[in-house]
């Protein structure tokens, strides 16, 4: 049970007893083990002594904190009373309280547990409750949400005209915006941000690999070399074959540890995200806090036609929260659309650039290109390699340029909605932010000197939402003032001029 | 140019109103003078202790000297014609650069602090500058070597208009 708000304070769930003893022995058995085999084998009349020690040591450690932590709800606050000798006291008003996460380790689940932390957005101190029993930890989430659902007076968090946002206090219970799909499970391998992970295995396989009777610099000189020759290529096949199969063995896997039972549900006028297989994260994210989604299509991922999704947000620790596990692009777009209320800013067509940006793209890249060449020219000077790696950098290497430059103007472009800023980016992955226009704080027009030669700009929304910054980058100068002017009617009104 | 206009009204944005100190132009051309003087004289004591420098190594440290005397002479006086800000009752706004151009508006509602801070040589020139943050970390805003009293004054107006407003500015 929770305590119900005005009433006294609580404990933690008794079975915290058997959790932290679990955990304490687990980070103390390798030195109690030392020091009764060292001491056992010294002199056995410590024994007596030593025995009760090992034992009752974890259950004094589990115990004190259940002893020592109470917590209640009043009126207006939830506090946290902890702390043996040093007492300490969190509390955090309800109406302050932007986010409850639920999170469980697998030895929590066992018991039935869950850890509970309550966000208040305004700096990273967060009240933590390890652990309440799961259905007391869901019933406080869902008191302290609601709580803050009808003491949030401010007019401007509610906005009648927004049809997705919940009418207090009578909300809706709770709409399911996604849940796993495991068809899904067909984009695991083309993310590859768990590529990093492999690499450090296939590091650790190198480090044997001098071992191994291939490499043997005399066995590729001797009579045996064109054996050896076409061992290597096999080798070498077999190394690629079995490198791809045990991607897919570990992506897939990680895919399916990381988004198990996934469910993105709107409730209390909050997003609210679970999965994990054997940790199970509950993350909640205050939809008055969400200023804007950013939607990345990776190259990989989307030559499958897949995407993922990412929601920005003030006040939270880490602003940009990933929502949804690499999936189909619809249904990024649809959920989307939910959390901001407008479809069409992830569709909607992208004002382009114009060639003068088309041309800056390429030119980005081939210099990025060229800056390459050079470095390998000095390095070819000096180390004195041979001229066939330095001519195929040197025709590759502007190909390869061209075509990201491309790729990357491809990406380019921006759009202006009732509510929204779009922002169109990315050189390999296409990147679409899209931010409220309410949650802009404030321009930059930036121009280097290049970009003054032809009349171009980098304009930069600043929010306190995400990564603080939403780029339209190439943007010739008149647009760009022309998009701030439109997209925060009366900020730049002073600065402004109608020119010819 | 081929691209197609906005429309017949084009917006611009017009440059803020008030230059900077005049004494700046002295404090850029001392900063930049230590700044490069000590390059230069590092790449002319290099060129000289080194034996055997092949004969071009001179050239470009002569080609250094001329670029930084360049710079030293040219940098402050165009900065001090790119250099613009302005404080209206809504809203600052700034201009900044010399080779490029930045541009930077916050509206008086959204600032969150205001700093002023002035460095040994810019006391020297009796400087100062003003910087106004906000809740985003893309978003501060430095106003670069106003008069001291200058500053003064517009730390103390930016700060009565600012508290006047409510709510948490994000």
């Given at each position: 049970m929770i305590p119900a708000p005005g009433e006294g304070w609580a404990r933690l769930d008794p079975r915290k007893l058997l959790l932290d003893p679990v955990k304490a022995i687990g980070q103390a058995i390798v030195p109690v083990v030392v020091a009764v085999v060292g001491i056992s084998r010294?002199?056995?009349?410590?024994?007596?002594?030593?025995?009760?020690?090992?034992?009752?040591?974890?259950?004094?450690?589990?115990?004190?904190?259940?002893?020592?932590?109470?917590?209640?709800?009043?009126?207006?606050?939830?506090?946290?009373?902890?702390?043996?000798?040093?007492?300490?006291?969190?509390?955090?008003?309800?109406?302050?309280?932007?986010?409850?996460?639920?999170?469980?380790?697998?030895?929590?689940?066992?018991?039935?547990?869950?850890?509970?932390?309550?966000?208040?957005?305004?700096?990273?101190?967060?009240?933590?409750?390890?652990?309440?029993a799961r259905a007391d930890a869901h019933a406080l989430r869902t008191t302290l949400l609601r709580r803050r659902e009808t003491t949030d007076v401010r007019p401007t968090d509610l906005d009648p005209a927004e049809p997705h946002a919940p009418v207090a206090p009578s909300a809706p219970a709770s709409v399911l915006l996604a849940r796993i799909d495991w068809s899904w499970l067909r984009f695991a391998p083309f993310s590859l941000a768990r590529l990093v992970l492999l690499a450090g295995a296939v590091g650790v396989v190198a480090q044997f690999g001098d071992d191994l009777p291939i490499w043997n610099q005399e066995t590729a000189t001797s009579a045996w070399e064109w054996v050896t020759q076409f061992a290597l290529v096999a080798v070498a096949l077999a190394l690629a074959v079995g490198g791809l199969a045990l991607w897919l063995v570990v992506s897939v896997t990680g895919y399916v540890v990381q988004w198990w039972g996934f469910r993105l549900v709107r409730e209390h006028g909050s997003l609210h995200l679970s999965s994990g297989l054997f940790t199970t994260r509950s993350i909640t994210v205050e939809e008055a806090k969400v200023r804007g989604v950013e939607m990345v299509e990776p190259v990989l991922l989307r030559v499958v036609g897949g995407a993922e999704m990412s929601t920005l947000a003030t006040g939270v620790e880490d602003g940009v929260t990933q929502v949804l596990p690499p999936c189909p692009r619809e249904v990024a777009v649809g959920v989307g659309g939910a959390v901001l209320g407008e479809t069409g800013a992830l569709t909607a067509p992208l004002v382009a650039h114009g060639p003068r940006a088309h041309r800056r793209a390429w030119f980005r890249q081939l210099r990025t290109a060229l800056e390459v060449l050079v470095a390998a020219a000095v390095a070819w000077w000096f180390a004195d390699l041979s001229w066939a790696w330095f001519a195929a950098l040197a025709v590759a290497l502007p190909v390869v340029a061209a075509a990201v430059g491309e790729a990357s103007y491809r990406h380019l472009g921006h759009a202006l909605l009732d509510r929204h800023l779009v922002a169109g980016g990315g050189t390999l992955a296409r990147v679409r932010t899209v931010l409220e226009t309410d949650g802009i704080i404030g321009w930059v027009v930036s121009q280097s000197w290049w970009q003054r030669r032809i009349g171009l700009a980098d304009l930069t929304a600043t929010t306190a939402a995400g990564t603080e910054r939403v780029l339209v980058r190439d943007v010739r100068l008149e647009v760009a003032v022309a998009l701030a002017d439109r997209a925060t009617p009366g900020m730049l009104t002073p600065f402004v001029e109608q020119g010819a | 140019m081929s691209d197609v206009g906005a429309g017949p009204a084009v917006p611009v944005l017009r440059e803020p109103a008030h230059r900077v100190s005049p004494r700046a132009i002295g404090f850029w051309t001392v900063s930049a003078l230590l700044g490069d003087a000590a390059v230069v004289v590092a790449a002319l004591v290099a060129w000289l202790v080194v034996p055997d420098v092949p004969g071009w190594a001179g050239l470009v440290v002569l080609l250094l000297g001329l670029l930084a005397a360049a710079h030293v002479v040219l940098m402050p006086r165009i900065r001090y014609r790119v250099h613009r800000w302005e404080v209206t009752d809504t809203a600052v706004h700034t201009r900044a650069g010399w080779l490029g151009r930045e541009s930077r508006i916050a509206p008086l509602s959204r600032v969150q602090t205001v700093d002023s801070r002035q460095g040994a040589l810019m006391r020297v020139f009796g400087l100062a500058s003003i910087t106004v943050t906000t809740a985003s970390a893309a978003g501060p805003i430095t106003v670069d070597c106003l008069d001291a009293a200058t500053a003064r004054e517009v730390v103390a107006r930016l700060t009565a208009i600012t508290s006047a407003t409510a709510g948490d500015a994000t």
């Amino acid at each position: 049970m929770i305590p119900a708000p005005g009433e006294g304070w609580a404990r933690l769930d008794p079975r915290k007893l058997l959790l932290d003893p679990v955990k304490a022995i687990g980070q103390a058995i390798v030195p109690v083990v030392v020091a009764v085999v060292g001491i056992s084998r010294s002199d056995t009349r410590f024994w007596p002594l030593v025995l009760p020690l090992v034992v009752l040591g974890p259950i004094i450690l589990g115990a004190l904190p259940w002893l020592t932590t109470h917590y209640r709800i009043t009126d207006s606050q939830i506090q946290v009373r902890s702390g043996v000798l040093n007492k300490r006291t969190s509390t955090a008003p309800l109406d302050r309280v932007r986010s409850v996460d639920l999170e469980a380790s697998l030895l929590h689940r066992v018991l039935g547990l869950q850890k509970v932390q309550v966000g208040t957005g305004v700096d990273d101190d967060r009240i933590t409750l390890d652990a309440l029993a799961r259905a007391d930890a869901h019933a406080l989430r869902t008191t302290l949400l609601r709580r803050r659902e009808t003491t949030d007076v401010r007019p401007t968090d509610l906005d009648p005209a927004e049809p997705h946002a919940p009418v207090a206090p009578s909300a809706p219970a709770s709409v399911l915006l996604a849940r796993i799909d495991w068809s899904w499970l067909r984009f695991a391998p083309f993310s590859l941000a768990r590529l990093v992970l492999l690499a450090g295995a296939v590091g650790v396989v190198a480090q044997f690999g001098d071992d191994l009777p291939i490499w043997n610099q005399e066995t590729a000189t001797s009579a045996w070399e064109w054996v050896t020759q076409f061992a290597l290529v096999a080798v070498a096949l077999a190394l690629a074959v079995g490198g791809l199969a045990l991607w897919l063995v570990v992506s897939v896997t990680g895919y399916v540890v990381q988004w198990w039972g996934f469910r993105l549900v709107r409730e209390h006028g909050s997003l609210h995200l679970s999965s994990g297989l054997f940790t199970t994260r509950s993350i909640t994210v205050e939809e008055a806090k969400v200023r804007g989604v950013e939607m990345v299509e990776p190259v990989l991922l989307r030559v499958v036609g897949g995407a993922e999704m990412s929601t920005l947000a003030t006040g939270v620790e880490d602003g940009v929260t990933q929502v949804l596990p690499p999936c189909p692009r619809e249904v990024a777009v649809g959920v989307g659309g939910a959390v901001l209320g407008e479809t069409g800013a992830l569709t909607a067509p992208l004002v382009a650039h114009g060639p003068r940006a088309h041309r800056r793209a390429w030119f980005r890249q081939l210099r990025t290109a060229l800056e390459v060449l050079v470095a390998a020219a000095v390095a070819w000077w000096f180390a004195d390699l041979s001229w066939a790696w330095f001519a195929a950098l040197a025709v590759a290497l502007p190909v390869v340029a061209a075509a990201v430059g491309e790729a990357s103007y491809r990406h380019l472009g921006h759009a202006l909605l009732d509510r929204h800023l779009v922002a169109g980016g990315g050189t390999l992955a296409r990147v679409r932010t899209v931010l409220e226009t309410d949650g802009i704080i404030g321009w930059v027009v930036s121009q280097s000197w290049w970009q003054r030669r032809i009349g171009l700009a980098d304009l930069t929304a600043t929010t306190a939402a995400g990564t603080e910054r939403v780029l339209v980058r190439d943007v010739r100068l008149e647009v760009a003032v022309a998009l701030a002017d439109r997209a925060t009617p009366g900020m730049l009104t002073p600065f402004v001029e109608q020119g010819a | 140019m081929s691209d197609v206009g906005a429309g017949p009204a084009v917006p611009v944005l017009r440059e803020p109103a008030h230059r900077v100190s005049p004494r700046a132009i002295g404090f850029w051309t001392v900063s930049a003078l230590l700044g490069d003087a000590a390059v230069v004289v590092a790449a002319l004591v290099a060129w000289l202790v080194v034996p055997d420098v092949p004969g071009w190594a001179g050239l470009v440290v002569l080609l250094l000297g001329l670029l930084a005397a360049a710079h030293v002479v040219l940098m402050p006086r165009i900065r001090y014609r790119v250099h613009r800000w302005e404080v209206t009752d809504t809203a600052v706004h700034t201009r900044a650069g010399w080779l490029g151009r930045e541009s930077r508006i916050a509206p008086l509602s959204r600032v969150q602090t205001v700093d002023s801070r002035q460095g040994a040589l810019m006391r020297v020139f009796g400087l100062a500058s003003i910087t106004v943050t906000t809740a985003s970390a893309a978003g501060p805003i430095t106003v670069d070597c106003l008069d001291a009293a200058t500053a003064r004054e517009v730390v103390a107006r930016l700060t009565a208009i600012t508290s006047a407003t409510a709510g948490d500015a994000t």
